[in-house]
């Protein structure tokens, strides 16, 4: 049994050269003036200890099109007045569903973290570009991205793909948000300057790029966007599916895969990429995961982890796919307690398997943080683990660290083998949350 290296090799010649340095069309769309930009409060209210504060947001006009948001701020009791004056605040980007079900949650964790929590919607604006779909229902979501990235490639118009206005969307939220802060009365809960932004999916991407172009930010945990090195990611579907995943098919249907290996593919990728900005990274970062998801193969992280500057943590959801579950929610709040200094810095660990043996999980930093420790393992016959099943063994203390036996499937000669170690430690709130070990793939029956 070995780690799957030859995988990497594979990845390494099959990718085309990465264009070493970012473009400047980012940055210069966001510093572009936007007259069309304002705020107003459409309603206030209380939610049992939170007070709400609804904004609406116009953030940019691109492309014709006035960007309008709704934009709520949380703020729990416990922010208000004149000793407790936070500067933090989370922000939470979301996309055009419903307010009732982000409320509740937002609400839940402002409490807990007695921060203010902001939610940002309506990122991107959509449905967009109705005339050019059949239906006439416009083009939501990935299509909607892929088509902006066409419109790049024939018009080499900088100010076309979609996650500029995204970025920009986040930017002017965090505009607003300190602004209503600084003279939002009666609360006087002081203005709000440093932000931990996350988001899901196309917003995760959009919480990447939020830390490359704002130094307001000062941690991030994109959800569900494990996508960083965009290049060698595509070489990575084809080593292991020998295509492109179908998850992404609204980019192949646009012939945009093969786009990426010329000058003009390279350039937008010196955009969009947010590993082509990764020496600004610099802020802590929580990516958060699901073992199961099919935008792209389990051993992703290990394309980008290792050229990222700072803090980089794990959070894994076992047995989960591009929806990930509740868990995220607590692990957001240990998160940000971490990066705001309400706890001491998350532990890390690392994770050594013996084959046939067991595991070992020896915790680097933080360990009088720890209570428990588990292994996750999983075992697929190929190389797919979209559809695997992830076990848990609990791991138990010994002298080197923690111990944990493989579990059965985890013994087999054959297939790929992969394995997590999760370190459960607890936020200011006193519940739990768990942070994890980059994965490893090992391939068996290999020498």
């Not at 990845?11 to 304002?38: F, K, N, T």
């Not at 700072?310 to 894994?316: A, D, F, I, S, T």
């Not at 493989?406 to 936020?427: S, T, W, Y």
Request: neutral net charge.
């Amino acid at each position: 049994m070995r780690l799957a290296r030859a995988l990497s090799l594979l990845v390494l010649c099959a990718a085309p050269a990465w264009a070493e340095s970012a473009s400047d069309a980012l940055d210069e769309y966001i510093a572009r003036p936007q007259p069309s930009y304002g705020w107003k409060v459409r309603a206030t209210e209380t939610i049992g200890p939170v007070a709400v504060a609804r904004l609406e947001l116009t953030s940019q006009v691109w492309q014709g099109i006035a960007w309008k948001h709704r934009l709520n701020l949380l703020i729990p009791k416990a922010a208000e007045g004149e000793r407790a004056r936070p500067e933090h605040a989370l922000l939470v980007i979301t996309g055009s569903g419903g307010e009732r079900q982000h409320m509740q949650v937002a609400s839940a964790v402002a409490a807990q973290l007695g921060v203010p929590v902001a939610i940002l919607h309506d990122v991107p604006n959509q449905p967009l570009f109705r005339e050019v779909t059949p239906n006439g229902k416009g083009l939501r979501e990935d299509a909607l991205i892929a088509y902006t990235f066409q419109k790049f490639a024939e018009t080499g118009r900088a100010d076309w793909p979609l996650l500029l206005p995204m970025a920009r969307a986040a930017v002017a939220a965090m505009d607003a948000l300190g602004e209503f802060s600084a003279q939002a009365k009666p609360w006087e809960f002081g203005r709000l300057s440093k932000f931990v932004t996350c988001g899901g999916s196309k917003r995760g991407w959009t919480t990447w790029l939020s830390a490359c172009v704002d130094p307001r930010v000062v941690g991030i945990a994109p959800i569900v966007y494990d996508n960083l090195n965009i290049p060698e990611q595509i070489a990575l579907h084809f080593a292991t599916w020998g295509h492109p995943s179908p998850s992404i098919h609204d980019y192949t249907e646009r012939g945009l895969i093969p786009l990426l290996r010329s000058p003009r593919g390279q350039q937008l990728l010196r955009i969009v990429d947010p590993y082509a900005y990764r020496e600004r990274l610099t802020v802590p970062k929580m990516a958060m995961i699901g073992t199961n998801d099919t935008y792209w193969p389990l051993e992703a992280i290990h394309l980008y982890r290792g050229g990222l500057p700072g803090e980089l943590y794990c959070h894994y959801v076992p047995n989960t796919g591009h929806g990930v579950g509740p868990s995220i929610v607590q692990a957001i709040v240990g998160f940000f307690d971490a990066v705001t200094g309400r706890i001491p810095s998350l532990p890390r660990a690392r994770l050594d398997v013996f084959p046939q043996r067991g595991a070992r999980i020896r915790l680097l930093s933080g360990a009088e943080q720890v209570e428990h420790v588990r292994l996750w393992a999983s075992h697929v016959a190929g190389k797919d683990f979209t559809k695997s099943r992830w076990v848990r063994v609990e791991a138990e203390r010994s002298e080197d660290g923690w111990r944990a036996a493989l579990p059965d499937p985890c013994r087999a000669d054959e297939g790929r083998v992969a394995f997590i170690g999760e370190l459960e430690v607890d936020a200011s709130n006193g519940a739990p949350f768990t942070v994890h070990t980059p994965v490893q793939v090992w391939e068996l029956g290999a020498d």
